[in-house]
């Protein structure tokens, strides 16, 4: 079965230090990876995703994330936090298999506070 | 870009009563619409995809007769929680996702706040 999983629930920085949202996945074949960010009241909104080529995945507002195959991981990063990056990040994989209508299954979510 | 809308942002309704909320792709067209459901704090769960012009596929757990979906359009799929009650209340998300080369990725509306009295 296909899984993902995001080992935080939270994770404190404080501005201008580098961060780092964890995300490791269980698919079989070669998975399709995207970070998702959430404001309060909001829905999703794309950050990121990797489908192949290069490890590392360079995203909107400063996000990188580094597909790791040995490790099955998809951690996200950013070099330089910013206290508006506070808010709540979702790690997703696309279900692949004959059949699939392209949904996707979401990690429990990780809770990001940059403090000032 | 891609740009999904959700009508209500936010609705009240007494229990026993039924709400609709639709979810419109504006500047693409979707063939795959996708419903959530999410608990505060909680991740996303995905209640049921649609495909234009046909009956909605439901996840496991998903009463299928208590939220109908309809997707009617390449650009307008509309879930209807019937005889809600207090436990319906959740937020509600949809995604819509179109064809061509963007098709991988889904683009989220910015949710509809149910809460049933």
């Known amino acids: 079965a296909q899984s993902v999983a995001q080992p935080e629930d939270q994770v404190n920085v404080a501005e201008g230090n580098p961060l780092t949202v964890k995300c490791t996945y269980s698919?079989?074949?070669?998975?399709?990876l995207f970070w998702y960010v959430q404001y309060p009241n909001r829905g999703l909104q794309f950050l990121l995703k990797?489908?192949?080529?290069?490890?590392l995945v360079k995203g909107s507002y400063g996000f990188e994330a580094e597909f790791n195959k040995s490790q099955t991981s998809f951690h996200l990063k950013k070099p330089s936090a910013l206290v508006s990056d506070s808010a709540l990040y979702f790690c997703?994989?696309?279900?692949?298999?004959?059949?699939?209508?392209?949904?996707?299954?979401f990690g429990q979510g990780t809770t990001l506070q940059v403090k000032p | 870009g891609a740009v999904v809308s959700q009508h209500p942002s936010r609705v009240i309704c007494k229990s026993g009563t039924s709400v609709k909320i639709e979810c419109r792709s504006l500047?693409?067209?979707?063939?795959?619409m996708f419903w959530y459901r999410q608990f505060p704090k909680q991740s996303l769960m995905l209640m049921a995809t649609?495909?234009?012009?046909?009956?909605?596929?439901?996840e496991q757990g998903v009463e299928k007769d208590k939220f109908l979906i309809n997707h009617a359009s390449l650009t307008l799929s509309t879930l209807t929680v019937t005889s809600a009650h207090p436990e319906d209340s959740s937020f509600y998300i949809c995604?819509?996702?179109?064809?061509?080369?963007?098709?991988?990725?889904?683009?989220f509306g910015p949710g509809t706040r149910l809460t049933v009295t």
């Open positions: 995604s819509a996702r179109g064809t061509g080369t963007g098709s991988r990725e889904q683009y």
């Open positions: 649609s495909n234009e012009g046909s009956k909605a596929t439901y």
């Open positions: 698919v079989s074949g070669n998975p399709y």
């Open positions: 500047d693409f067209q979707a063939t795959t």
């Open positions: 990797y489908i192949t080529g290069d490890n």
């Open positions: 997703a994989v696309r279900g692949l298999g004959s059949g699939n209508t392209g949904k996707l299954i």
